[in-house]
């Protein structure tokens, strides 16, 4: 059975950090590229980073900077490490898994999960 479960969300203020994780089973993790999404009332799902199945990493340009991703391919486990968060970072953020892809489309992903919610706010 596929699974992505994500963990290491939660209610921070303005300046800290926090680690997601993305853990998956049931397919083969190496082969699958992994992207973060950002889910918010009202507008458009949005990729925050994005790791392909070949370590390349992408983050987006507003979260340069601060934002990080990375893989573990021994624990099957992808990782969302954001610093210096802002209130706006506050949503659901949601892991997706696409098969040997060069980006993290979100339209193309195979699998996603459920996401965790991320709050920002003093």
């Known amino acids: 059975q596929v699974q992505l479960e994500e963990s290491g969300g939660g209610l921070v203020q303005p300046g800290g950090s926090l680690r997601l994780s993305c853990v998956a089973s049931g397919f083969v993790f190496d082969q699958y590229s992994i992207g973060w999404f950002r889910q918010v009332p009202g507008k458009r799902q949005e990729e925050v980073a994005c790791?392909?199945?070949?370590?390349?990493?992408r983050v987006a340009a507003s979260e340069q900077g601060r934002y990080a991703i990375s893989r573990d391919n021994a624990k099957n486990t992808a990782y969302l490490q954001m610093n210096n968060l802002k209130p706006e970072d506050t949503g659901i953020y949601v892991c997706?898994?696409?098969?040997?892809?060069?980006?993290?489309?979100?339209?193309?992903?195979?699998?996603w999960g459920k996401g965790i919610l991320v709050a920002v706010s003093s």
């Open positions: 790791i392909t199945h070949t370590s390349t990493t």
């Open positions: 997706g898994a696409i098969y040997a892809a060069a980006a993290c489309v979100d339209t193309s992903i195979d699998f």
